[in-house]
């Protein structure tokens, strides 16, 4: 994948008739943005692209969950009595 990503900016009609072409660009590498009155709303991105995202999402996940598993837990009858149940 190349480390220099062109992107190609273009309105929702656009785009509906654009498709197979912005399909071609992304697997070529190039990003796709959707826009709804000139608000970026949508992409269109390589599968790569996509497979990055998702493994960065997974980091971000797990790293919070490690976080999270320092901290110090509150037992299931202390909520239930802080609740009243």
């Not at 949508?42 to 490690?66: C, K, N, Q």
Request: charge should be positive.
């Amino acid at each position: 994948m190349s480390t220099k990503t062109s992107i190609y900016a273009l309105s929702a009609s656009h785009a509906r008739a654009d498709l197979p072409a912005m399909v071609r660009r992304a697997e070529g590498g190039q990003r796709s943005i959707i826009q709804n009155r000139g608000r970026a709303v949508a992409a269109i991105v390589s599968i790569e692209d996509l497979s990055l995202i998702e493994r960065i999402e997974d980091e971000v996940d797990l790293a919070e969950v490690r976080r999270r598993r320092r901290e110090e837990s509150i037992p299931w009858d202390v909520i239930r009595e802080r609740l009243g149940l």
